[in-house]
């Protein structure tokens, strides 16, 4: 069986293709000149899968997609206190280029603007770093997730830097307020390459799955980024990402996404999706006008709305089979409160006829600390209730077996 | 085996007891006379197991806790246009007491301060109605939610009253730009005999689960409002409920939230849960104290949060289950695209051993529009691969059987 | 010969007739069914003569024009610290109905917006004043500064109460922040009865020419404010009393104004004119439409702009007279520092006759402190250098005739 | 006689000597080192007379005072309208160093400011000036006003140069929005040279009796700029001199007024006074600490107020002296509608006993088109009531002798 899924994509891309108001960016001659006809949609699941349509394979420059992977790239690096003294992470209901630097502190108000992005990137590889060396790391770093060598379009460095007045105000005011140290210069060339790295559609949809996966690639299965440091971007990226329309946004397409005058737009579902589109014509606001088009399609038709309550339950307990004397409750996912409840729930209130019961959390992609702690508890309980209890956990996502009054779970090599 | 759920909550609980900064509401002679000490939080799965600890059957006024649910009732009463015309729904940035009126229309910014809610109570039951018909359709419809008949605390609507200059100073606003007609005193009436509805812990956990459940109230299992209502509802907690800290609220606990002065302070994680806790003490935001701290242990300790990255993938396939014959493959859960591509993805990797496949769908929630179409769609396939396909759907949630080439799936009655 | 004066006024009057642009008030039901047509024009300078053109027997209320009357009331009644305490005096840049509390403090901004006259009005006659005797305070004051008793138009308060919810909205804000500690509807119908006070064109001319005339009405003679009372509020009223375009008005016009919603809008040029003119049609700053213009010729024809910097020198010294013997040195005006050094500048440079030198201060104003000191050092330099001085003083301006060395000044009787 | 004038500044400067408060501007680091001691004051009157006391030799840059002069040759070179379309005329409420760009046109809010500052410097010398040669311009005009060749500090400049980023982020952001065209750099360069010519306080003081005598340089007589330009840059000053406290300065001073980080503080009384402090130490708004106290005794002892409402009368008829056949009215001061009111009103009620009236307008500074008017008109209604009227007039200030009946009045050669 082949797979829809292209065809979808492609039925949504020809749906939005006669949306054609909006302008390319005219400020930087080179986007100017961009082909304002081409489009293409891109989805990558957490379990690696890509699917594509359109002009996939058309490269064009990240812009101001690039700042919440060099956001997260911060954070890994000098950990969540380190960047939140310098840049904060509050809604500014502001356009891009204004400055919204916080009262008292002069922080930007979060990096999804031109000046928290500035101020981020100059984290980057050491305040001494040569723009170089910064640049370099964070070409290598955008490579890695997307899992093939990406390069700077230098062309368009320069076109940018020809037409850099609003940046060099932002980085000059920064400078003035101690927030940044580099030669406001260097601070803008540096930025503007980063904003200069060509991707695809393809390239920008496995980088978000990587966010949308807790920092696992999820077609190479490295791990990039700590959970953590993924969270923390995508909040930011939820209440920061679209500029001035944020709740209108939230409501109509909740889904967490990030645009880039090139006409490129991220979207993520934590758990679920990286999602890409590009479309050079832009909208007032500066998105790209197809490009919010087919988020909208996606979230209405798709069911992707990160407020979409489905009832879904977790479905954590894949399956509970009985040989008589050994009962097998199969597991699954990732266990955190919501998931061990579940669990809890249906073991609570069952029958197991025989005298054994083999938790098997070999499909468990992990456990949190509550999780893990309720799951324990359980099978402890069923303990004092007359079971001989054991674990099979072959890759160790337990990690610990010892229950809360000091005795252990036995583990089991196989079922 | 006793769940020890409950204990877990108790746990959280005795550690936040001790942070016992922060001051009742003393604008409300009534609030303040609140047992400062006096701590109870509850939590309701989607599933309706309802879990509590501490004071979690004193009952305390509403306050804007009730926003959101006039808020949905709205929604559901007169539609998203009529209720947009009236109410914004960008976060304001302000404080809850300011006007926040958005320029050019006069519409306040959104409905969680409390010009919105003003505004919203009067969209209840008509622009004539009585304040006393108002009301009642208000509480009738909290009750309806709580599953038990809520009351109206008189004593609490009278003392406000005496202090409800700041309403009135809104109300009296509102009606100089035409946003509501009613007279001012009857508004602002209205609007404090809602906030004085008294709940507990429970009731709203289980208020709360029913918009993470998409409308159907968990323990009763009745639907009481549209999916398209709790998901908007629920967007506009996210960005709008918890003030003046949005983003750093979305960072740090993820847990779209709502807050009362009385004490009170609700979360929902839209498929999972309704979260309740109640704790008179506030920080001057007006949060309650350790309400916002048990908010951030249950984010930290028990993984949740909107943006968890969890890689579940989503299980959407329970089971594939052959004898030979015929292959059944036991689908799960709802199905919207990253459901549906999931099954797509397990399936066409898969070498089938007979003839026949029968697609259970019993377990399945709901399907979204694209969900459905893509399943179909996979199935077709599977039938030109020259495999008889068949569904089991007792309870018609695929709807329509018609492929897109005008043929239609056999449906078998049993498995 | 018959002054020329009125003749002018009425040319300036049908120069402007034919701008009928702009609409009568339409908030207010009575003020909406004003002729729009009826337009007058009046002078008063600081000596006393009136001079009007149009229809300038007509009565109309004085909204906002009230404003600066009412605060240099409380300033005259409470002194400059109390009324500081309550109401800040900063431009707001806003419209007029604007709430502009101060942030922290919660002050209204100035008092010549409504939230600064509503509190203004409050601190008239103690705070437990009933409404009826507050206004009737106001209504006296009123009276005094135009020489007649006028008198409050109740159907037009009965008629703006009607629709008084901004300024119920600002009030009740006010009591909330404890700026009014009155009901807050009380409030408001003290406030809209001084509101409605009626007055013609050429009341408004001489009440504003005791502003200009340091408190003196200059028809009767009479002192009714004190000159620093006068002073902080033609400041206050140059720097906020036309809203949102206050330095625009300074250099277009450059006369120190205030507007009310009837149409009558009134200016001061300090130490010169009251002037006030009268037309209902407002533009959509709430400001009459030919007032504004005749205020702008007035401006450029008339020569009256208050940094004219007419290069006037001060001819403090009216004349001097010599008889061989004894020579008189003749001076006017208020003596100033700028007035005492030309008196001074004009003295030092010149030869004496005779032995004896009379200073005639019998024709000057008033002097301010230095003034005093500068002129008085000048003569006592002049006894050392050897003339004989005296003071011919019949008013007591001087006041005290101790030399800084302790000698004192011969007076003289007559001249 | 000798002065005393000099001794009362001298006592002024002494009575704020022991306010040691406040710090030498520090992000200069040629200021950084200025004598924090360093005090002096001066005053020049409109007819040319120069007083001061301390430091009254020392030189210092001009810094931000440096900004209403270059506003003023802006205006006179390029004219009004060309000057608005660049620079706006509204307070802007903000610290000095703060954007304030109008919202829709990106005009900096005033010329005050330093982007309007800026903005202003690129008018002078159109926009292909080289920088030298536009600074040279700006030297040669301050030079003239001061009547002395200044010079232009390049080690303050280079000093300034290397803590440039607030103002190179104001010209990058005013390019970006194509208010100015130059190069960013030159064009800070440019305004950081004019902020670099040096003064003393006597030139300052000169300085700006020129603006207050009307364009007239008191001390040499030269004509150097238009009323029309003085009258409009003293109004934007006054509005907007002070940066964020102008209701505040204009109530307790009332001296429109401009200051600059090195200390330096002028303040001009339209028609009477420029003065001129320098006192490096700054308060928190960049204000000399002492030059403020200095302003606040100027104005309260020596009656500088700009709405000190002296109740002058305008002495405008000097006297009237008959020799029984011929009657002289001898005119003084400039003729604006309150001084041809105070001559109508002198003339209409008196009785002359000859049959010829001489009007004497020799002393006559300048005739408004109005006062010009309503004079002839007063002379012509005295030839209706059968006396002969000639006007006595060496300078041409009247201009035109003919009246609105097509007749002319008799001029005579001498009296």
Redesign the interface.
């Known amino acids: 069986?082949?797979?829809?899924?292209p065809d979808?994509l492609g039925q949504i891309l020809d749906s939005v293709r006669d949306r054609d108001g909006g302008e390319v960016a005219d400020y930087i001659p080179d986007l100017a000149t961009a082909e304002p006809e081409r489009l293409a949609a891109a989805?990558c699941?957490?379990?690696g899968?890509v699917?594509s349509a359109g002009d996939d394979g058309d490269e064009f420059t990240m812009q101001s997609v690039s700042k919440p992977f060099v956001y997260a790239l911060a954070l890994q690096e000098l950990g969540r206190d380190a960047v939140f003294d310098a840049v904060?992470?509050?809604?500014s209901?502001e356009a891009f280029?204004e400055?919204s630097l916080e009262e008292g502190t002069h922080r930007p108000m979060?990096p999804m603007i031109n000046a928290g992005a500035i101020t981020v990137n100059q984290l980057i590889n050491g305040e001494d770093s040569s723009v170089e060396d910064r640049v370099e790391v964070i070409r290598g770093f955008f490579s890695e997730l997307a899992a093939r060598e990406l390069k700077v379009n230098e062309w368009v460095t320069d076109s940018e830097l020809e037409h850099a007045?609003?940046n060099?105000?932002?980085?000059?005011?920064l400078?003035?307020h101690g927030i940044i140290r580099d030669n406001?210069h260097e601070a803008v060339l540096s930025y503007t390459r980063q904003c200069a790295i060509e991707v695809t559609v393809r390239d920008l949809a496995v980088m978000t799955a990587t966010?949308?996966?807790?920092?696992?690639q999820?077609v190479t299965g490295r791990r990039i980024l700590n959970?953590d440091v993924?969270?923390?971007t995508?909040?930011?990226m939820?209440?920061?990402g679209m500029y001035d329309?944020?709740?209108?946004w939230?409501?109509t397409v909740?889904i967490?996404a990030k645009s880039g005058v090139s006409g490129g737009l991220i979207g993520t579902?934590?758990?679920?999706?990286g999602i890409a589109t590009f479309s050079p014509r832009l909208n007032p606001q500066g998105n790209s006008v197809r490009g919010v088009h087919i988020f909208e399609r996606?979230s209405?038709?798709?069911?992707?709305?990160?407020?979409?309550?489905?009832?879904?339950?977790?479905?954590a307990v894949?399956?509970i089979q009985s040989d008589g004397e050994d009962t097998v409750i199969n597991l699954?996912?990732?266990v955190?409160?919501?998931a061990a409840?579940?669990i809890?729930?249906e073991?609570?209130g069952r029958e197991f006829p025989g005298e054994r019961l083999i938790l098997d959390v070999s499909r468990v992609?992990?456990f949190?600390?509550?999780?893990r702690?309720?799951v324990k508890?359980?099978l402890r309980?069923?303990r004092e209730?007359g079971f001989e209890v054991a674990i099979y956990d072959p890759e160790g996502v337990v990690a610990d077996l010892e229950f809360s009054d000091g005795t252990h779970a036995e583990s089991v090599e196989e079922r």
């Open positions: 069986m082949k797979t829809p899924i979808y989805v699941t957490v379990s899968n699917y904060g992470m509050e809604p209901g280029h400055l979060n007045d609003r060099l105000s932002i980085a000059h005011m400078r003035s406001a966010l949308a996966n807790g920092g696992v999820p959970q993924c969270r923390l995508l909040s930011v939820s209440s920061a329309a944020a709740g209108r939230m409501a909740g967490p579902l934590p758990g679920q999706l996606l209405e038709e798709m069911g992707l709305h990160l407020m979409a309550a489905d009832p879904s339950g977790t479905h894949r399956s699954q996912g990732p955190n409160f919501t409840e579940n809890l729930d073991i609570s992609s992990g949190h600390r509550m999780g702690k309720m508890e359980g309980r069923l209730d």
